[in-house]
């Protein structure tokens, strides 16, 4: 299935890449490739992963998928014919903070 990033989640992870590597040469990659593997995990069987707690009622529930050896987690919407990832958050900073990327009535 079509993966679809929101402008800001591309945003995401390119700042987190390179805060990353900042820290140590190559890290950012790692991060980058971590995301890349739970996308297509994702494109891949996108109703196996558990909807968001608290976000509910829409024609297509917020999943999240856990970032692997990273403390990242993809927050998406699986739709008939993609799917849009509203953002790659840190797991532990500013819950929810993506609400407001949800387009009112998109299914």
Known sequence: MRV???P???SEIRTAALWYDERSVGLGEDLVAEV???LARIATA???FAVWPGVIGRPAP???AVVHRFP???AFEAHPD???VLAIAHAKRRPLYWLS???PGQA
């Open 8 to 10: 800001e989640a591309g």
């Open 72 to 74: 990242y987690v993809v």
């Open 101 to 103: 990327r949800i387009e």
């Open 36 to 38: 890349n593997d739970t």
């Open 46 to 48: 996108p109703r196996s």
């Open 62 to 64: 917020v999943r999240r």
């Open 82 to 84: 993609r799917i849009v």
């Open 4 to 6: 679809v990033l929101h």
